[in-house]
């Protein structure tokens, strides 16, 4: 019942910007907190921003004051603008929503990904 699609991603050169997009679907549901998450090649995923329902924001170390996660309201959107970015910022990047139904426990709800490739 929650369905997340993400866009966006591409080819850049390093200190170049992207903007990912992500359309969430949340019918009946709370939604706690969005954010982004993402896998490098050959390493563990890992959390790049969250944005809460009181829109308080996170960003992981490796991307603070170059990443702005916000949010749309009124379109139930997510978005990641990302500059100056660095060839080590390649990977999949995957929208996620906290969400549940009332009465019952959140969980974490996922996007299909979009490749970001940062060439040197």
């Known amino acids: 019942q929650v369905q997340l699609v993400e866009s966006g991603g591409g080819l850049v050169q390093a200190g170049g910007s992207l903007r990912l997009s992500c359309a969430a679907s949340?019918?009946?549901?709370?939604?706690?907190?969005m954010g982004w998450y993402r896998r490098p090649p050959g390493k563990q995923r890992e959390l790049v921003a969250t944005?809460?329902?009181?829109?308080?924001?996170n960003y992981a170390d490796s991307v603070k004051g170059r990443f702005t996660i916000s949010r749309d309201n009124a379109k139930n959107t997510v978005y990641l603008q990302m500059n100056s970015l660095k060839p080590e910022d390649t990977a999949v990047y995957y929208c996620?929503?906290?969400?549940?139904?009332?009465?019952?426990?959140?969980?974490?709800?996922w996007g299909q990904g979009t490749q970001v490739t940062v060439s040197s």
């Open positions: 996620y929503v906290l969400a549940a139904l009332a009465g019952l426990k959140s969980y974490n709800y």
């Open positions: 949340t019918s009946h549901f709370s939604v706690n907190a």
């Open positions: 944005i809460t329902s009181g829109e308080s924001t």
